[in-house]
């Protein structure tokens, strides 16, 4: 008899381990997913930033050719 309660205590332990590594894997995979959209996101804002200084600096080129020339092209 105690061979076979141990045998059933071995048992349960290991599924009851094996449940808790399932789900830490979880979790782990469930931070990992999250990490992933956070660097999407922050490649995404880089993009726009990197949009809005090139717009920035070409209306700066054509205010500065307007004031320079006074040509109605660049205040269009």
Avoid: P
Wanted: include cysteine.
């Amino acid at each position: 008899m105690k061979i076979q309660r141990l045998n059933q205590l071995l048992v349960a332990t290991c599924v009851v381990l094996l449940l808790a590594m399932g789900s830490v894997i979880w979790g782990m995979l469930q931070v990992q997913k999250a990490m992933v959209l956070s660097e999407m996101r922050r490649q995404q804002v880089h993009e726009l930033a990197e949009q809005l200084l090139q717009t920035s600096e070409d209306l700066t080129r054509m205010a500065r050719s307007f004031v320079a020339t006074g040509d109605a092209e660049y205040e269009r």
